[in-house]
């Protein structure tokens, strides 16, 4: 990966090469204007950095910090705000042209449950076959839907035919009230299993099961009654 551009990077130290900048010490204090080379050897006599914090002021800004230290802090920041940045996702929702009034309401308060989660709906009338001749029956289905759901949404733009579709992206209105998204259920524990159950036997009791069993099965032999075999009937003399 290429590293940033040069006009992109944090200035520090001898790469700072303007007139004069306005510099804070590591304390927070205002040190007033100075030119960069005395305030570069002020940082290097405490054995700390000059680093340049605001590019775009006039003059420069200039802090006295442990340059190590600056850029670990400002990852960090980074960091922070991405996890805390929420990730608008568009949910479609199909309709069909002849959607049953059961099935356009439950369609709807999915749709209205997407809002609420502050992500938005691509809410599309799907034709089929010869239906793609009608397509005012396909806005009069999104119509509706946008104007039984005004409250909450706002249409970005009119419903509009694209192939065998129609359709229409809806986001949430300022100030509609938020809900969390369910979080997705963690899977539950695998079972503990019996540290003994896995131990592998010795030889020596891997024998005394072997004889166990054996003994085991003489048992059962002499047991069991003796089994007779019958002796087969004698054949009747020929007349």
């Known amino acids: 990966m290429r590293g940033p551009r040069r006009d992109d990077r944090v200035r520090i130290n001898e790469r700072i090469r303007v007139r004069e900048v306005r510099v804070i010490d590591e304390t927070g204090a205002q040190l007033g204007i100075m030119a960069p080379a005395q305030a570069v050897a002020l940082a290097k006599s405490k054995g700390l950095d000059l680093v340049e914090v605001a590019a775009t002021a006039v003059p420069p800004v200039c802090r006295i910090t442990d340059y190590g230290k600056y850029q670990y802090n400002e990852q960090k920041k980074t960091r922070q705000a991405r996890k805390h940045q929420k990730t608008i996702e568009v949910k479609e929702v199909k309709f069909r042209p002849k959607v049953d009034q059961h099935d356009y309401d439950f369609k709807k308060r999915n749709i209205q449950r997407f809002l609420h989660e502050g992500d938005k709906v691509k809410a599309v009338v799907f034709f089929r076959g010869r239906e793609i001749a009608h397509p005012e029956i396909g806005r009069r289905i999104l119509e509706r839907l946008i104007t039984e759901i005004n409250d909450i949404a706002v249409a970005e733009n009119i419903p509009r035919m694209e192939g065998n579709t129609m359709h229409t992206i ?15 259920p ?33 048992q059962a032999t002499e047991a069991a009654p003796p089994v007779v075999a019958s002796e087969p009937p004698a054949a009747k003399p020929a007349e």
């Open 170 to 184: 809806l986001s949430g209105r300022p100030g509609i009230k938020r809900v969390e998204k369910p979080e997705k």
């Open 186 to 218: 963690e899977r539950p524990p695998r079972p503990e299993v019996d540290e003994d159950e896995g131990e592998e036997m010795t030889a020596e009791e891997l024998q005394a099961e072997v004889a166990a069993a054996a003994a085991e099965a003489g």
